[in-house]
Every structure is written in C-alpha cells, then in structure tokens.
C-alpha cells in the first residue's frame, strides 16, 4: 500500500532536519583546504577507520548476545528478584563515559579496588587496553541499548505460540531458537546497530583504553588541523548512512513479522538454571554498574570523610546538586517526548509502508548518532549563524532539545520501528472496515500495542540526554547546569569527590526513571 | 542561575514558542564569558567582580578548544565578550584567526614580556608548569633525571605516562620543536614511543593512575598532583620538576582575551584588569596552586621558583608547518597506536 502523500510531506521535512550535521561538514569540507581523496586514501585516515569499524562491529555482536540474554532472563523467567536486574542492567549506559571508563579503570586497573581481592586469589590484574579493553568497556557500558528495545519487544509478545511450544515439550532453549528468537530479531538488530553507532561516535573510551579509531583522530585535530578533523567527521557520517540505509534495505526484504497484545507476561521456569543464570546476571551488573559505583563511592567517601577536601570543607554538597539534577531530570523528560513524536512518522513511512525514501531519512536520522556530540552542536551554530530565522532560537531551549534530538533520535526511531512493525495489519484493516478513522485507529489500536516499544525508545533518549555533555555545553542558554556539565567540570579540575557526588545522584535519578517509564510501564501494559 | 526555576522556564519557552524566547536570552548588557578554564577555577573570582563592578556576568564553561571552535563558528555574530583560555594553544587559534581584539598596551604590560601575545591578542593570566608527577612508593627521587630529553632513556622505558591527545601535551610538544627543531622533537617522542608508554586520555587519570599505582610516572602539568592529594593526602604522590630551567618544565600560560566585535569593550578590559590584580593573582597562588604572572605577586611556596622554570616563550606563528605538523609528528612517532 503506497504511503499517504501528507505522511511523506512530514517525514521529508523530518529527513531535512536530521541533515543539519551531514550539510554542515559536506560545506566545511568542499570550502576546507584538505583534498579529501588523499586523505580519505592514506594509512592515517585508514589504519584508525578499519580500527573503528573492527571495534564498532565486534561491540554490536557482543552486545546483541549480553543484551539478548539479560533482557530474556529479565522479562520471561523465573529468575529471582527479576524487576530489579531489569532496572539495574539498564543503568551502565547512564555513566558519561570519560567518567565511566575512569571510575571502571580505578576498580580493576592494577592498583585498583579489586587488586586486594584478587591478589587473595592470586590473580594479578592487568590494566584492559587496547582492542580487548575498549571492546570490553564498550560492551558493559553499551548493552542496555540491546536490553531495553529486546525487553519491550518480549513484552509486547502474546505469550501463546511459547506455550504451545512448552506444551509440546520442547526445552526452554529449543523454545527460544524455533519460537522467540524470530520475534525479537528485529528489536535485537534494531539495539545493536545503536550499539554500532555509538562505539563509532565514542570518544571517552577510546582515547581512555588506548585504541587508535577515528573519533580519536577528530578529537586530537579538532583545533590543531581543523579541516582534517571536519573530514574525517564526513567520512564517519557517510559510512553511518551507508551502513544503516544497507541494514533498513536488508530488513525490507525479511518478512513482516507481526505479532503483539500480550495479556500477561509468561514465566519460563528456568529450573536447575535458576541459580547460575541468577550468578551470570549479578556479576554482569556487579563489573558493568558496581565496578565503577564503587570507585565513584570511595571518591565521595573519601570528600566527605577528608579533612583537606572541599567537599568537607563546605564546597558543593548534595544541595548544591539539586537544580542540576532538576534540569537534568527535565530537560531529559521533554527531549525524549520530542524525539519519539517527531520520529514515529518515519517509523510508520519506514515500517509499515517500507517506503525506499525512509530507509534513506533513517540514515540521515542515524548519522547524527554516529557522530561525536561536538560535531552535532558545532553543526547546529552554524546553521543558526546561516539562517536568519534560526538566530532568534540561538541558545535557547528549543535549540538545546533540536541539537539533542538530532544527535539521539535514532534512538527513539529504531525502537519504534520495531514497535510499528509489530502491530498485526489485520487488525487496523478490521477496524478500518467497521469504519474507525485513521486517527481513531491509531489512538484505539496501534498506540497501546506501541507503547512498550515507544516507551524503550524514548526511555533511551532519556538516559542519552541525561549523561550528554558536548552539545549542552556548547549549545545550553548561558548558566543552564546538569549533572553531567557538573560531574565534567569537577573531574576536569580533580576534584574527584564532588564528580563521584554527582555521578551517584545521575544514577540513582536514572534508575528511577527507567523504572517508571520503561520497566513498570510495561509491565503493566504487558 | 541560582534559585531561577529552569526547568519551568525551559518548559514554558517550548510552549510558548518563538516570539516569546528572544526574552529568555541574556540581557544586552550583560558581559558573556566563555571559560575554558572550569568553575572550581575561576568562578568564585568572577562572582567578585560582578560584585564589585556591577557589571552582570554570564559565564559559559567547556574545554577551551571547544570553545575556540564555538567563537570561530559563531563569526562576527558571538555572543562572547571575553574567552578564557586554559592553554595557549587554543586561544592561539583564535588569534590566528582574527577572532580576537587587541588589547590596550597598558593591560598587556601589567604581565612579563612573552606572556602575552605579540600582537596584544591575549594575555597571560597564571601559569602551569611541566613536570614528571611520580608514585613515592616505586620511585626513588635519586634515580629521576635533570631532563625531560632523558626519558627516553632504556630505564624510564614504558614506566612514563603520556597523554598524546590531550592539549597541554601538544602545547609542550610544540615547545620542543621550537627550542629543538623538528627532528631533535621527533626523535624524542619515537624514543618515548619506543618504550610503549601507557598513555591516557588527559592529565586527570595521569595523576589518578599514578597514584594508584598502576604506571610509576607521568608527563602532566603540576597542578593535578596538588589536587590530587587534596582530596586524599596520603596518596604516594609528588611532583618532579626539571632543574635548571630544563624544558621538562615548561611554563604553559592560560590567557585572558577580548572577542573581536564585543560591544562591551571598556566592561572586558576591566574585568582582565581584575583578573590581573592583587586579589586574583592571589587566588590563582593560593587556591589553584598556579604561578601568578603579574609582577610582585607571591608564588605559591610548595612550588619551586620563578626563576627556577623554563622561561619558553613559543611564537606559534612562526613555527615552520604550523601546529598542524605537532599533531602530525605524535601521531608519526606511534604513540597513538
């Protein structure tokens, strides 16, 4: 069926915006002095991009499995206390990541928390660097954007066809492969190539574990050789289109997969397994989410403990933190509102109607993703400085939230393509025979068969938003503090034990928001 | 920001749509800072001089290097007034590209000659030192070098940290190859290279992994250390300066600047004149553990003497291939692999 005229109107118009980044490098790199052949075909530019797509792939595959099996173990088993593992494993993509990698380093490098402990044990630790270490770190820390798209999928599942299978007496793993895993590949290929992105954006970790990629070389130049930096970011938006406009074609071509309306969720009893899955989940969330709490924990201790701290000395306290942590709180709710409205167009243009031209704004959507949220904000400046109609916007909020939504809205697409594709046409076609409108339809069917997935979505871009630095630094009105602008300022200038503060508050604000908006929220629907 | 209720503010500029949000900007004559240098460093002198002088301040904060790219994106239409730097290499760029007002011989003169740029562009504010901050308890002092150029010496293999990407690095590295040229600076970072050095990302997990204990040294500039062992005094860490005036311990300066099209002009240069002052130049001794610039002000007596650190001055614009090739000769010598 071909797609309403309006609805493609709305997702050029979207498709347009999202290409702010992708203009603004294409015009400083064809006005720049840097020939971009010679670059793009020299060993500086290809050692570190093969360094990053190796990276960025491995990552996505590893966090397709972690992710996978978290959000199963979370949402359809019997595993013990599961509600809290789901919030808990979800949190790690809460850390900034320069303050997640250092917090993380500070547990296991030598010397480190855990260098006691495991010394009893005779191991000695050896600091993660390297491929190895900025996969490792990247996994841990990225995986919950595979576990909350999978979750929300699984819940949305009608619990009958597993059933059936069960009845028939196949094992849980059997059920899985032959009856879940056909459902929620979408959702898992949905969640990795987020995780793709990311690592392709990353700067924290990398530069941190010591692995040569392309975000390392944009950052080292970004002052000293400008139009090589403004380059290589052309290059690293080209290749995101590339890849996420190839995976939506791919998609095109696998059978709709739709089936949703859970009733209740199933439980899956996991039997002599219930223990050591229980084990496998604890220690993911104790290295991913403790690991780097308990490093944040000794840095507050030690403030508030210290005689010679600031923190003890009257410096910045828990009070000091709550207006950041307000803002954080809000500006966070209205970007992830904006994000899912703004994009659920091009879910349903890409999705339901499969329309060429939305597999092409979906990668324009997804180059903002994968590029470093300093190229984003500096991206929104000079179209503000270019477009007379924009200046009067200039380090506004709605500024602030466009530059977000840019930067994190594939987010909130990805999820809710998913969420799109799963609904059973048959139904809308049902309703629409018994006379429903478009909008009754939507309101009355689609939305609450959506809402899990739109809800994961969005509570992604919440998380996203809550931790980002570069373009709220850049682009916030003058004065405007979050949590992650505090937890930067105070690490940036060692004052350690104030940044731990902060941090701890961001997570601790993180989980429960994921708890209301994504994890109960579901359940419910569910 | 204080007390203002943002988050409702932001909620209400979002609904009540454009014509409404001019108002939610700054006012015209309040004077806009652009700090790279952060909060904890400069803001509560900021807060005295809006005091004192009346003039309103509205600060903005982020890495200096990323705020040099903001004013260069923004053009004539910045909304900045005055920029901090935290290194010369970023306010550098600026000047470089004619971002930057001069600024009036007698506010350049308060400073010793070479701590401000040649065509007035900025000036110098406090300064931060090179220097090789090492773990006590691997370390013997007796066994430290006089030279940072003995580092690549076979016993300092792989026990220096290094932060190749991090500003203050490729400000010293450019140093080198000032006083050195560009061979003698290569061949000292693929000696360094040679050695595999652990390197991190900035001079903070530097300070934090040598405490630790994990690398026995590192090449940071000497006001982490200091910090450091603020928040916990019994980390096993010290500072190592080069003696005699060694380029080990180079003094990077952070400048103070006049935006090219500010319209408070007269309001900007008092406040640089503030941050020159007695009271200013104090705090940067006392608080931030820096060198002060200004003449007669006191230095910090945990640090060593003026006249006992390198007195490098770098003219950035005639260093032959530009800072570009700084960045280019790291990357070369394999540090970044």
Known sequence: MPAPVALRV?????????????????????????????????????????????????????????????????????????????????????????????????????????????????????????????????????????????????????????????????????????????????????????????????????????????????????????????????????????????????????????????????????????????????????????????????????GLTGETSSLAAGGAGLGDLVEPAVNTVGIGLVTAVVAVAVLLPLAYLSARYRARSGDVATGLVATGFALPGLVVALAVVFWSVQLPEAWGLYQSFVMLVFAYVVHLGVQSLRAAQVAVGSVPRRLDESARMLGAGRTRRFVTIDLPLMLPGLAAGGGLVLLSTMKELPITLLTAPIGFETLATRIWADAEAVFLAEAALASIVLVALSGVLTWLVVVRRSDRLA | MKGRHVVVGSLACLTLGATALAGCGSDEDRLVVYSGRTENLVGPLLEDFAEESGIGIDVRYDDSANLALLIDEEGDATPADVFISQSPGAVGYLDAAGRLEPLPDDVVDLVPEGDAADDNGWVGMSGRVRTLVYNTDLVDASELPDSVLDLTEPQFAGQVALAPTNGSFQDFVTVLRDQLGDDEAAAWLEGMAAGDPPT??????????????????????????????????????????????????????????????????????????????????????????????????????????????????????????????????????????
């Open chain 1, 10 to 302: 709305v997702c050029a118009a979207v498709g347009l915006l999202f290409a702010a980044p992708l203009g603004y490098l294409a015009w400083r790199s064809f006005t720049g002095d840097e020939s971009l052949g010679e670059l793009f075909t020299s060993d500086a530019t290809l050692v570190p991009l093969r360094n990053t797509l190796v990276l960025a792939t491995v990552t996505a595959a590893s966090t397709a499995v972690v992710g996978t099996a978290l959000a199963w173990l979370t949402t359809r088993t019997d595993l013990p206390l599961r509600r809290l593992w789901a919030v808990l494993a979800a949190l790690p993509l809460v850390f900034p990541s320069f303050v997640g990698a250092l917090a993380l380093l500070a547990a296991v490098a030598p010397g480190g928390l855990l260098d006691g402990p495991l010394g009893w044990v005779g191991v000695t630790p050896s600091r993660p660097e390297g491929f190895a270490g900025a996969w490792m770190v990247l996994t841990l820390f990225t995986a919950p954007y595979v576990l909350l798209p999978v979750s929300a999928r699984l819940l949305a599942l009608p619990p009958s066809l597993e059933e059936s299978a069960r009845l028939l007496g196949r094992r849980p793993v059997a059920v899985f492969a032959t009856v879940v895993w056909p459902q929620i590949r979408g959702a898992v290929g949905a969640g990795s190539l987020l995780v793709f992105l990311y690592a392709l954006s990353d700067f924290g970790v990398v530069v941190l574990l010591r692995y040569d990629t392309l975000t390392r070389v944009i950052y080292t130049n970004r002052v000293l050789d400008r139009d090589r930096a403004v380059a290589l970011s052309l290059l690293l938006a080209l290749l995101a289109l590339a890849v996420v406009a190839g995976e939506r074609s791919l998609a095109r071509r696998r059978p709709a997969v739709e089936a949703a309306g859970a009733r209740r969720p199933l439980q899956v009893p996991l039997g002599r397994w219930r223990w050591p899955a229980l084990a496998l989940v604890v220690g993911w969330v104790a290295v991913a989410l403790g690991g780097p709490l308990a490093s944040l924990g000794l840095w507050a201790w030690r």
């Open chain 2, 200 to 337: 991190f990302s900035d001079n903070t997990a530097i300070v934090e992994a040598v405490g630790r204990g994990e690398v026995p040294m590192g090449l940071v500039n000497h006001y982490y250390a200091f910090r450091a062992k603020s928040e916990d005094p019994d980390l096993p860490l010290e500072n190592h300066y080069f003696p005699d005036g060694d380029l080990g311990s180079t003094l990077l300066v952070t400048g103070a600047s006049v935006v090219a099209g500010s319209d408070l002009e007269d309001e900007a240069h008092q406040l640089i004149e503030f941050l020159l002052g007695d009271q200013a130049q104090a705090f940067f001794s006392e608080e931030t553990f820096e060198y002060p610039l200004v003449a007669g002000a006191t230095v910090n007596p945990a640090l060593p003497p003026f006249d006992e650190i390198a007195k490098t001055r770098v003219d950035l614009d005639e260093l032959g291939g530009g800072l570009e090739r700084t960045t280019e000769m790291i990357d070369e010598s394999g540090l970044n692999r």
